[in-house]
């Protein structure tokens, strides 16, 4: 605010001076005439003051109610964030247990599919064994499948004994003989690395080398008894027998599903299936409740940590709230300060004026007088 400090000059209000001249008297008024007019200025700056004044107290009472409003709608606004922290809080507990619950749930469910497995595995390994125990019982009664399995046997025993025979010849002849002495030099090659006396690419190369020649034997067996006629025959002969009889057992598994001592251990294996199918169900139910309660638990205590941070943001704008408000009802006392003083600079400066004016016209008169008469 601009204080006024304005300097009037005085003069002694006294009856007309007798005795001064025309230019003096001159002067005289016209100091009075600045005088006033400097007084003028001075209750036109007052006012202007009392007016920021007024405007700034009207402001400032403004921003007061406003900041009020504001301050208890916060306020509100925090209580409610409290409560909802503390309702969130409370069902963070619960949400937990739930989840541990849950989880603790899915091992049982597990274990009852263990449990399904083998309880299933046994009862197909129920059915194989009934089949089994059926084909051989078939294989002792039935007169055509006997003579199927006479047929292979016979058929086994003529080309074993063909086998044999070939080979036989076979041990005997040079070639096989110096095959024979190779592999068995490399054998011993490899038996005295792996006991120390090489390292491992030694050793990993001796071991190749001993089963080529392994393999080299094997491949003049396999030649041999390519070449015998009689092997061949007795290959072809078995391969006859064996389709014959594989014939027969697929005409027997056909039918095995129809076999009344079949029917106890199929429903075993339907029913271990369903029960299997039943676990596996359960457990995957399991694991998505146990899914969604973890979700709930990471949901509440997400809450709960927004719940906190806007607790903080609240409580964070009340005191900012208060601190302007503070600085609103400073601002409100300081204007009225300066209105009332701007009101006691025009009371007085009001005064000063009607002295100034009164001094103006015992000037004017002097100075009219002195124009008349010269003195």
Known sequence: MVRIHFAVAVFIFSPM????????????????????????????????????????LEDAR????DLSQRIDIANSTLSAQKERL??????????????????????????????????LEAAQAGVVQTGERLW???????????????????????????????????EKSPAFAQALATAAANEEKVKALRAGKGDAQQLADASTVWM????????LKESALAKDPAVQAARTELQSA??????IKSAFDRNLAGNPEMSQPLASVQAETA?????????????????????????ATAAESAAKASLVQVDRDVAGLRRDLATAQNDQRDADQRGRQAQTDQDRLVQDRNRAQQMLRVKQDQEARVARTGK
């Open 62 to 65: 403004r921003r007061q109610n």
């Open 212 to 219: 080529r020649s392994k393999n080299e034997i094997e491949k």
């Open 136 to 170: 051989k019982q078939y294989l002792s009664t039935d007169p055509g499948a006997q003579a199927a399995v006479e047929k292979q046997s016979a058929a086994q025993a003529k080309l074993d004994a063909a086998v044999a025979a070939v080979l036989d010849a076979l």
């Open 275 to 299: 029960a299997l199918a039943g676990a596996r169900a359960d457990l995957k139910t399991a694991q998505t409740a146990a899914t969604a309660a973890e979700a709930r638990v990471k949901e």
């Open 86 to 119: 503390t309702v969130v809080q409370k069902t963070i507990p619960d949400a937990r247990a739930a989840a541990d619950s849950a989880r603790n749930a899915i091992a049982p469910k597990q274990t009852a599919i263990a449990t399904g497995a083998k309880q």
């Open 242 to 247: 064996n389709a014959v009889l594989a014939a």
């Open 17 to 56: 001076c007798w005795g001064i001249t025309l230019d003096q008297a001159r002067r005289e008024t016209e100091q009075a005439r600045q005088n006033l007019e400097a007084i003028d200025r001075a209750i036109g700056i007052s006012r202007g003051n009392g007016q920021r004044a007024d405007r700034d």
